[in-house]
């Protein structure tokens, strides 16, 4: 519950009408066991009121680990879906963001499907890689 905690010192000075956890693609749910973006959107609506919804991963993405940003752009491309018109504002739970890159990809689908705001609330940032 740290993390909850943590974030909610930090929360975000407009919270969206839903949270939405970054999905992850089903057989990886299950290797991991758990979903640490589901878990933590979980806490967070239930701490503030406000409604978790759905999107789905339907693509197996390889790890994102050790990939640039460019090439996890590229892995991205139509591995998100959703099933229901978005509210006007969602806020999209991460564990942590990296490049941005899975933030873009599955923001670039909300607003495809009726969300005029995506704004992404992560846990934790790394640290930005000097060129």
């Not at 899975?102 to 000097?130: C, E, F, M, N, Y």
Request: glycine share 6%; aromatic share 4%; net charge positive.
């Amino acid at each position: 519950m740290l993390l909850v905690e943590l974030m909610l010192s930090r929360r975000p000075t407009k919270l969206g009408n839903a949270l939405l956890p970054v999905p992850m693609y089903p057989a990886r749910a299950k290797e991991r066991g758990f979903n640490q973006a589901q878990w933590l959107a979980e806490r967070l609506g239930g701490r503030l009121g406000v409604p978790v919804i759905q999107a789905r991963c339907v693509k197996h993405l390889p790890s994102q680990r050790s990939l640039k940003r460019r090439e996890r752009q590229h892995n991205l491309v139509g591995a998100f879906t959703v099933e229901a018109p978005m509210p006007a504002h969602v806020t999209v739970i991460d564990d942590v963001v990296t490049t941005g890159a899975t933030g873009h990809a599955l923001a670039s689908v909300l607003l495809a499907h009726g969300a005029k705001r995506v704004d992404i609330w992560a846990a934790a940032r790394t640290p930005l890689q000097k060129s």
